[in-house]
Nanobody
């Protein structure tokens, strides 16, 4: 069984920074894509940033230039460095993994973490 566990959320003032981490555990041989999504009350979950095993990244327009996604393939861990935070970044942030090759040598998609709250005060 694959589990994703996020950490690093919290309360920060506008203009501040936070770093989120997400570690995948289980019998994992590789993960093609890891990403961060967020969801605030009354809104749909949206992609924040994604990264492939080769290091290709993509970002939501709203976070470009402020957030940086990175990963450690050996540790099956993905990070999200969030700078210049704004109140509108307040949300629950979820980690997701797709294209996961697990112990039975099959590929699976859409593993989600439990989420971590990020609150930015004005």
């Amino acid at each position: 069984q694959v589990q994703l566990v996020e950490s690093g959320g919290g309360l920060v003032q506008a203009g501040g920074s936070l770093r989120l981490s997400c570690a995948a555990s289980g019998t994992i041989f590789s993960i093609n894509v890891m990403g961060w999504y967020r969801q605030s009350p009354g809104k749909q979950r949206e992609l924040v940033a994604g990264i492939t095993s080769g290091g290709n990244t993509n970002y939501a327009d709203s976070v470009k230039g402020r957030f940086t996604i990175s990963r450690d393939n050996a540790e099956n861990t993905v990070y999200l460095q969030m700078n210049s935070l704004k109140p509108e970044d307040t949300a629950v942030y979820f980690c997701r993994a797709d294209g996961v090759l697990v112990g039975n040598k099959k590929w699976y998609n859409e593993y989600w973490g439990q989420g971590t709250q990020v609150t930015v005060s004005s």
